[in-house]
C-alpha cells in the first residue's frame, strides 16, 4: 500500500508509537522511528518485518534534536512522505499510576514537560519536515489526539490545540499538496509497558489496525480535520 514511502513516527519505540511504526513497515513502507530512548529493539522488529528502517535519538522537544533527526531520516531515505507526531507525556492513570496534580498545585516545570513535549514537539517536528514535504509538493502529517481524563489538564489542553494546530497548518498546506490531520489511537496508550493487572482490564493495542496507514493515504479533502475510525473507514469530525 506504501510501498518504498518513508514515514517518520516520533515516540516509536513503545507503546502505540512502536504499534504504529509496525503497521507502516507490514504496509511496505521504509520506516524511522524516533525516540528520547533507546531504538534498537523495534528497529530489529522492523527489519524482520523485510522494512528498511532505522532508529533515531532526539527529544522533540530540542529543535536542534529535532532538526538533526529530520536531516539523518532524509539522508538515509531521501525524503519523508509522512510524519506521524506521536511522542508525548500521557497520563496513565487506568494503569493506578498516581493523578497528576490539580491546576492551583501544580508545578510550572510539570506543566512546560506535558506541553512542550506534546505541542510543543508537534509544532517542532511538522515544522522541520514540512520543506520536505512541500519541495516535493506531497506528504502527510498526522498528529495523535484523544485520551486523558480527570486531573489531566495538560495533557488534554496540549491535545486540543493539537486540533487547532492541524486546523490551521492544513491552510498553509493545501497550496503544497500536503495533508494535514489529527487522529486518535482508538485504543489504551502503551498497552503493552502496563502492569499485567491493568492489562487484564484494557482492550490490546491492536485495537488500532490500520488507521494510520490509512491516514497516510487520506484524500486532501480530509486536509485539516480531527478524523475518526468507523467501519473501517476514516471519517471526519
Known sequence: MLEGQAVLVTGGSQGIGRYIAHSFARAGARVAVADIGPTDTVVGELQDLTSDAMGVKADVRNEQDVRSMVDQVVSRFGQIDVLVNNAGIVPHFQWGVPQWPR????????????????????????????????????????????????????????????????????EEEREFNVCVVAMGPGGPIAHELAPEEARQRMSGVDIIGDRFVLAAQADMALSGKLLTFTDGKLQAT
Open 103 to 170: 491546576i492551583r498545585d501544580m508545578e510550572q516545570s510539570f506543566w512546560d514537560r506535558v506541553i512542550g513535549t506534546n505541542l510543543g514537539g508537534t509544532f517542532l517536528c511538522t515544522k522541520h519536515v514540512l520543506p520536505h514535504m512541500e519541495s516535493r509538493r506531497s506528504g502527510h502529517v498526522i498528529s495523535l489526539h484523544g485520551g486523558g481524563g480527570n486531573r489531566a489538564c495538560a495533557y488534554v489542553v496540549s491535545k486540543e490545540a493539537i486540533v487547532v494546530f492541524t486546523r490551521y497548518v492544513a
